[in-house]
């Protein structure tokens, strides 16, 4: 399967944008979890948000709870990270991911198999 990320840009301080990660190859029911994931400059790739097939659930990181929300659409197998109130802290390359993670290995970039190229989020103060 590959993963195409989308979405990203350059917003203001306080503003929104959906990021879109469409899969080809296989669908994203494969696969027991979805992530995002963020790695700003000079920093390494850390946690985001997370969608878990078993049961559904969602998690996310404590910087953007609240803020953001991940989602998927099984039909035009996509999944999504809407992101609102948007910080100069969130400014990153964000990634999407797939793979199976067990429950305590969601929020870990290791537990994923399949990552996509990346879009660049910028904001401005």
């Known amino acids: 399967v590959q993963l195409q990320a989308s979405g990203g840009g350059l917003v203001q301080d306080g503003g929104s944008l959906r990021l879109s990660c469409a899969a080809s190859?296989?669908?994203?029911?494969?696969?027991?979890?979805l992530a995002w994931f963020r790695q700003a400059p000079g920093k390494e790739r850390v946690f985001v948000a997370a969608?878990?097939?078993?049961?559904?659930?969602?998690y996310y990181s404590d910087s953007v709870k609240g803020r953001f929300t991940i989602s998927r659409d099984n039909d035009k197998n996509t999944m999504y990270l809407q992101m609102n109130s948007l910080e100069p802290e969130d400014t990153a390359v964000y990634y999407c991911?797939?793979?199976?993670?067990?429950?305590?290995?969601?929020?870990?970039?290791?537990?994923?198999?399949?990552w996509g190229q990346g879009t660049l989020v910028t904001v401005s103060s």
């Open positions: 969608f878990r097939k078993s049961g559904g659930y969602t």
């Open positions: 190859g296989r669908t994203f029911s494969n696969y027991g979890g």
């Open positions: 991911a797939a793979g199976n993670p067990i429950l305590s290995s969601i929020r870990s970039a290791r537990a994923y198999t399949t």
